[in-house]
């Protein structure tokens, strides 16, 4: 390829390989975690669940975290492009730097997110427990209608099971917990019986939130595995392109 050819081509290849395949994609994948990250800050039914999982803190600091890295990875883009095509090697080598960064922190994120799911899926159940257990006790309404919908939507009950509403504030279990939602559907109902009840969602929001998140886990990894192809792609066209310029400038100096 750009291997066998002389350098002033070999730095034209490289050049244009690099800008067209990886500094753009990595500016569109940033602003592509952008957009997620900010949709997630914003988007009414998403808020939804959060509220409805109890402690806000650490949800928010994953999105954050998301919406850096998103930002991040536009800048790395433009570095590159400038690097690539102004043929300078600092800013090539700051574009590797970064990105080899990004890559790190991914590939930790995740192996950390697979390794703690188990601790994570706990740290939820808890705070939706939490959350359900209190979520009649004041009239905050923002709450209440959050837990109402999230057991609307994803077809769920309590934070593991219709029991969880015994030790509510409530009392009894919501409307939002019938398989068919109608005025009065769950009231009188005996939690002794519930767990035999047809007309009540027996499984656990919780359980039915992860479920969600595993049924789009492939597309997810997908997008992740393209993503990390492109940033390896990208330091290893930076890496030839700084060896180009570098052996250009040695023929330009040392001319046979």
Do not use: H
């Amino acid at each position: 390829m750009c291997c066998s050819c002389d350098a002033g081509t070999a730095v034209f290849c490289c050049k244009y390989i690099l800008v067209v395949t990886t500094c753009i994609t990595n500016f569109l994948c940033g602003c592509a975690l952008l957009g997620v990250g900010l949709w997630l800050c914003f988007e009414p039914n998403v808020q939804q669940y959060a509220q409805a999982s109890g402690d806000l803190q650490e949800y928010y600091i994953a999105v954050y975290v998301l919406i850096g890295i998103g930002g991040l990875m536009m800048l790395v883009g433009f570095l590159g492009c400038c690097g690539a095509c102004m043929e300078n090697t600092v800013l090539l080598g700051m574009f590797f730097t970064f990105l080899l960064l990004i890559c790190v922190a991914e590939v930790g994120g995740g192996i950390w997110c697979y390794l703690n799911r188990e601790k994570l899926k706990s740290i939820v159940e808890e705070g939706m427990l939490s959350t359900v257990q209190q979520a009649y006790a004041e009239d905050n309404s923002v709450i209440m209608t959050a837990v109402d919908n999230m057991q609307r939507q994803l077809k769920c009950c309590g934070a593991t099971g219709p029991s969880d509403w015994q030790q509510s504030a409530y009392g009894t279990v919501p409307d939002s917990c019938c398989k068919e939602e109608a005025e009065g559907c769950a009231q009188g109902i005996a939690f002794q019986a519930i767990t035999s009840l047809l007309t009540i969602n027996q499984d656990g929001c919780a359980t039915a939130l992860f479920n969600m998140l595993e049924d789009n886990a492939v597309l997810v990894a997908g997008l992740a595995i393209g993503i990390g192809a492109v940033q390896l792609l990208g330091m290893l066209f930076s890496l030839c392109l700084c060896c180009a310029i570098r052996r250009a400038d040695r023929e330009k100096s040392y001319p046979i």
